[in-house]
């Protein structure tokens, strides 16, 4: 994997594209990691298979998306979907300060 800065990527665009042809070209915006130029071609559509839960996954964990949306955009099934996120470990229901009170409202439509 090459790297390059946003300057060094105005200045010659032309070798970050010539880097990418040899795999992905990370950007970095100061010291982080903003963009990944990565080449259009064959093993891209191989690549994007893994990338797309792994994406999806990553917006669900930090409530960008939810979980139908993110399996959406992971291309899986939600089922199927929603496996991938137990074997990586991911909730899909969060604990937080409502959830007490959740319970106690659902509790009586439990019961029935």
């Avoid at 990565?38 to 797309?52: I, N, Y």
Wanted: glycine letters at 8%; a negative charge.
């Amino acid at each position: 994997m090459h790297a390059t800065n946003v300057r060094n990527l105005k200045k010659n665009p032309s070798l970050a594209l010539r880097q990418a042809e040899e795999g992905p070209v990370l950007v970095l915006k100061g010291d982080e990691p903003h963009a990944l130029i990565v080449r259009l071609d064959g093993t891209l559509l191989e690549g994007e298979a893994s990338v797309r839960p792994a994406l999806a996954a990553a917006l669900f964990k930090e409530g960008s998306l939810s979980l139908g949306a993110a399996a959406r955009v992971s291309g899986m099934a939600l089922a199927d979907f929603a496996r991938y996120l137990a074997e990586l470990g991911v909730e899909l229901v969060g604990v937080d300060e409502t959830t007490g009170q959740e319970a106690t409202d659902l509790s009586p439509w439990l019961r029935r």
